[in-house]
């Protein structure tokens, strides 16, 4: 790992909403090319780390330092590409896919401001890398499940990210486009480290590379590898499903 980058790292997190609780002494570094799985139970603080990482809510106490290179004035979470769980619009709303990709600028060139011809190519090369150049004129509400998570993938992906974050991926991906989606998941890890929340543990081993489980605090695990005693010994009370001649087993909640 020493030869690694370090990207971001939190120290003695806690964070939640008005004097509600969610997150207790979270730790955790990042560093370039990781692929960090984050599982856990419904309500147990998935959403809240990313929306701290992104920014959106204020940690109640400890500190979040970025290690990306940036100006004094620059933020760097700008440096963080962001696909959301769901991204809610009005399917009837006027707006082209090419539209779609370049609102994923606006953080780096302002809402007002012109687009130059460097954005206007780095959004045509990233419409192409996604495979959906032939959408660019399209309504995004025309679009299938598949094609609008390629679209809203390349708006996170245009302003070349150092991180890129994804709160459950397949919550609209058709079956047919999840494999491509993955694969081209593992293409982009070489270029950045990525953080996938997902409800799926078949997706999480399968795909990154480390685990972090949460449930109000935060327990890493450098392996991919998912099994019932890693879940029980990191107090995790998720339910880990299996196939073939074994049973499902549900996990006991924390403190039993």
Do not use: W
Not at 117 to 133: A, F, K, P
Not at 166 to 193: G, I
């Amino acid at each position: 790992m020493a030869d690694k980058q370090k990207l971001v790292e939190l120290n003695s997190i806690s964070a939640g909403y008005q004097d509600r609780l969610v997150l207790e002494n979270i730790n955790l570094t990042l560093f370039e090319q990781d692929f960090l799985g984050v599982i856990g139970p419904n309500g147990s603080g998935k959403t809240t780390l990313l929306k701290t990482l992104l920014g959106l809510i204020k940690p109640f106490k400890g500190s979040i330092r970025f290690y990306f290179d940036h100006d004094n004035d620059h933020d760097p979470r700008k440096r963080i590409g962001y696909l959301p769980q769901q991204t809610m619009f009005d399917r009837k709303f006027p707006i082209t896919v090419k539209d779609v990709v370049f609102s994923g600028l606006c953080s780096r060139v302002g809402l007002f401001k012109a687009f130059s011809n460097r954005d206007r190519e780095l959004v045509d090369h990233t419409l192409e890398s996604m495979g959906i150049s032939e959408l660019k004129h399209r309504s995004i509400g025309s679009l299938s499940g598949g094609q609008m998570q390629r679209v809203f993938l390349a708006r996170a992906l245009v302003s070349s990210p150092s991180i890129l974050i994804l709160d459950e991926p397949d919550t609209f991906v058709d079956q047919t486009f999840a494999h491509t989606f993955y694969e081209t998941l593992k293409e982009l890890n070489r270029q950045m480290a990525i953080i996938l929340v997902s409800h799926d543990l078949g997706i999480i081993s399968s795909h990154v590379k480390t685990i972090a489980c949460i449930n109000r605090t935060l327990y890493y695990h450098d392996s991919n590898i998912i099994d019932g005693k890693l879940l029980e010994s990191y107090h995790c009370p998720i339910d880990l499903i299996t196939h073939g001649d074994l049973p499902h087993r549900v996990l006991k909640k924390h403190g039993e």
